[in-house]
C-alpha cells in the first residue's frame, strides 16, 4: 500500500512568492495532520482536519499561511507571500481517528522549502 | 500543556551493545499515547514504537523496548543490539486521548552507532 505522498519533495522559491505543498493522505484513513520542522522550533504542528474538517489551527503562523482538505484524498498547505523564516521541512501525516484505537499517526516523506 | 522533554541531545553505542534514550513529560491528563519516532538522514519519520498509558505492560517491539513509569512520567527507549541502521534522530512525542489528535515532540536525540 501506498504510504502518505508529499509534493514537490523539494522547493526553492524567491521571497514574497507563493508556495504550495501537496499532500495525499493513505487510502481509508479519516485525519490529515500539517507539521513544520525547524533547527530552532523542532517539530510543531501547524493544522490537523478531521472528516475533512480542521479541528486544530491553532499552529498556523500568520495569515500567510492557508491549508485545505476538498476531499478525502488530497490537502493543501500554501504559504503567499513566502518569507525566508519559512525555510523548513514541511510534513504531512494521515491517521486512523477512532475511539479507543491507538490512531497512530504516518508520516510522509516531507517537503524542504527554500525561501531565498 | 503537555511538554515533552529529551535531555540528551546525542547519543553514541558501541555497535551490538545497548543503549537507552531518555524521555520525561508532563501532562495533567490520565489517559494519553506516547510514541517514539525515529528520523533517519533521509528524514522519514518512522514509528518505532507505542505505549498507552492504561497499559501497565511495558511495550516492545524487536530490539526496541521501552520502560514506561506513568507516576514518574517518564518514557525511555531501550534499543538491544544495537545496529549502524539504527542511528538517525530519535524523538518521543505525546498524544492525549481527549479530543485533540496533534503529536507534542521533544526536541530529539542524535543515536551514533560506532562500529
Known amino acids: 500500500d501506498a504510504g502518505v505522498i508529499q509534493s514537490p519533495r523539494h522547493e526553492v522559491t524567491e521571497m514574497g512568492q507563493e508556495v504550495t505543498l501537496r499532500c495525499k493522505p493513505i487510502?481509508?484513513?479519516?485525519?490529515l495532520f500539517w507539521y513544520r520542522q525547524t533547527m530552532m522550533r523542532g517539530l510543531e504542528l501547524l493544522i490537523y482536519?478531521?472528516?475533512?474538517?480542521?479541528?486544530?489551527d491553532s499552529g498556523m503562523p500568520e495569515d500567510r499561511f492557508s491549508a485545505k482538505m476538498p476531499n478525502a484524498s488530497f490537502s493543501t498547505l500554501k504559504i503567499q507571500p513566502s518569507e525566508p523564516r519559512d525555510s523548513a521541512v514541511y510534513f504531512c501525516a494521515s491517521s486512523l481517528h477512532s475511539s479507543g484505537d491507538t490512531d497512530t499517526q504516518y508520516f510522509g516523506p516531507g517537503t524542504r522549502l527554500t525561501v531565498l | 500543556a503537555q511538554t515533552v522533554t529529551q535531555s540528551q541531545p546525542e547519543m553514541s553505542v558501541q555497535e551490538a551493545e545497548t543503549v537507552t534514550l531518555s524521555c520525561t513529560y508532563d501532562?495533567?491528563?490520565?489517559?494519553?499515547?506516547l510514541f517514539w519516532y525515529k528520523q533517519p538522514p533521509s528524514r522519514q519519520m518512522i514509528l518505532v514504537i507505542r505505549q498507552e498509558a492504561y497499559k501497565q505492560q511495558n511495550a516492545t517491539e524487536n530490539r526496541f523496548s521501552v520502560n514506561f513509569q506513568k507516576a514518574a512520567k517518564s518514557f525511555s527507549l531501550k534499543i538491544s543490539d544495537s545496529q549502524l541502521g539504527d542511528a538517525a534522530m530519535y524523538f518521543c512525542a505525546y498524544r492525549s486521548n481527549f479530543g485533540n489528535e496533534k503529536l507534542t515532540f521533544g526536541t530529539g536525540t542524535r543515536l551514533t552507532i560506532i562500529p
Open positions: 487510502s481509508g484513513h479519516n485525519s
Open positions: 501532562t495533567s491528563e490520565s489517559d494519553y499515547y
Open positions: 482536519f478531521n472528516n475533512n474538517v480542521p479541528i486544530d
